[in-house]
T-cell receptor
Framework: DTAVSQTPKYLVTQMGNDKSIKCEQN?????MYWYKQDSKKFLKIMFS???????INETVPNRFSPKSPDKAHLNLHINSLELGDSAVYFC??????????????FGSGTQLSVL | GDSVTQMEGPVTLSEEAFLTINCTYT??????LFWYVQYPGEGLQLLLK?????DKGSNKGFEATYRKETTSFHLEKGSVQVSDSAVYFC???????????FGAGTTVTVRA
């Protein structure tokens, strides 16, 4: 069973479109994240939710809107896509308790290509 | 601000060679330090961690020691295998912060 699953795996779209990436975790974790990995493999946090509440919001354009309907899901909606949004987006989750915010479990990524 | 700097890749080496990937950090206080690994086509996964000075994290033959005096957390493995080919990320977290901050990643390719 996949612990952190995100869909779609690949997303090719035109500039100006609106798209969503979905993420679900079946680990019972309280915290979920979205990270963006650019073409040079640099990984940067975008958002984090803990029990459906936003706790990290790095300087991300407001075209990016995360939504957490419950603590097992964190979806990422992107409006008016731009060329610079092309990247691999990783969803992750982490448990509360002894290792909060440290032991992250990542999904396998969504490769977004904006043409 | 607080950051993590790791050596640029790519690194290419032969099977059974010794691997070192340098990582240094800037710190206020005493962060926890981590190495994550990303195998081809997969998400990152925690490889090892150390939470205080002189701690040594180890896993799968990899080791890293938290060196406060040099603000370093270099990753080492004595004899690499082809299956160790991956991107390796150094990361840190301050004790009062939710955020896990990653370095830029080092791509390692091991040839048979």
């Amino acid at each position: 069973d996949t612990a952190v699953s995100q869909t779609p795996k690949y997303l090719v779209t035109q500039m100006g479109n609106d798209k969503s990436i979905k993420c679900e975790q079946n680990l019972g974790h309280d915290t979920m994240y979205w990270y963006k990995q650019d073409s040079k493999k640099f990984l940067k946090i975008m958002f984090s939710y803990n029990n459906k509440e936003l706790i990290i919001n790095e300087t991300v354009p407001n075209r990016f809107s995360p939504k957490s309907p419950d603590k097992a899901h964190l979806n990422l909606h992107i409006n008016s896509l731009e060329l610079g949004d092309s990247a691999v987006y990783f969803c992750a989750s982490s448990p509360s308790g002894a290792e909060p915010f440290e032991k992250l479990f990542f999904g396998s990524g969504t490769q977004l290509s904006v043409l | 601000g607080d950051s993590v700097t790791q050596m640029e890749g790519p690194v290419t080496l032969s099977e059974e060679a010794f691997l070192t990937i340098n990582c240094t950090y800037t710190a206020t206080g005493y962060p926890s330090l981590f190495w994550y690994v990303q195998y081809p086509g997969e998400g990152l996964q925690l490889l090892l961690k150390a939470t205080k000075a002189d701690d040594k994290g180890s896993n799968k033959g990899f080791e890293a020691t938290y060196r406060k005096e040099t603000t370093s957390f270099h990753l080492e493995k004595g004899s690499v295998q082809v299956s160790d080919s991956a991107v390796y990320f150094c990361a840190r977290r301050n004790s009062n912060d939710y955020k896990l901050s990653f370095g830029a990643g080092t791509t390692v390719t091991v040839r048979a």
